[in-house]
């Protein structure tokens, strides 16, 4: 089992930061890779950003790539959203998940994941 815990949200203004943080426990945070979805009211959860276990390389929905990044820490078992030049668009509860991947690829659907976090609200004021 991998426990995941998000923190880090708010209500931040259009243009500005928030970085996300995401604290793992329970296995081998390195086996995992890891995934940053989000969810706004009457829609379906999205795929945001993904790192695979090394943190060598990343991948961005075209609705955020250029203003989010995705990163790790693996001595810590975090992961982070850096979140700049926010939009209204950007409000939604944000979830990091987990798969086990041995190799350097990460899943883009909710169903590749095995373990979620309770989320985290970003709300983004105009």
């Known amino acids: 089992q991998v426990q995941l815990v998000e923190s880090g949200g708010g209500l931040v203004q259009t243009g500005g930061s928030l970085r996300l943080s995401c604290a793992a426990s329970?296995?081998?945070?390195?086996?995992?890779?890891m995934g940053w979805f989000r969810q706004a009211p009457g829609k379906e959860r999205e795929f945001v950003a993904g790192?695979?276990?090394?943190?060598?390389?990343?991948y961005y929905s075209d609705s955020v790539k250029g203003r989010f990044t995705a990163s790790r820490d693996n001595a810590k078992n975090t992961v982070y959203l850096q979140m700049n030049s926010l939009k209204p668009e950007d409000t939604a509860v944000y979830y990091c998940?987990?798969?086990?991947?041995?190799?350097?690829?990460?899943?883009?659907?909710?169903?590749?994941?095995?373990?979620w976090g309770q989320g985290t609200q970003v709300t983004v004021s105009s």
């Open positions: 329970g296995r081998t945070f390195s086996n995992y890779a």
């Open positions: 998940a987990a798969h086990i991947s041995a190799t350097l690829r990460v899943g883009r659907r909710p169903n590749e994941f095995n373990y």
């Open positions: 790192i695979s276990w090394s943190g060598d390389y990343t």
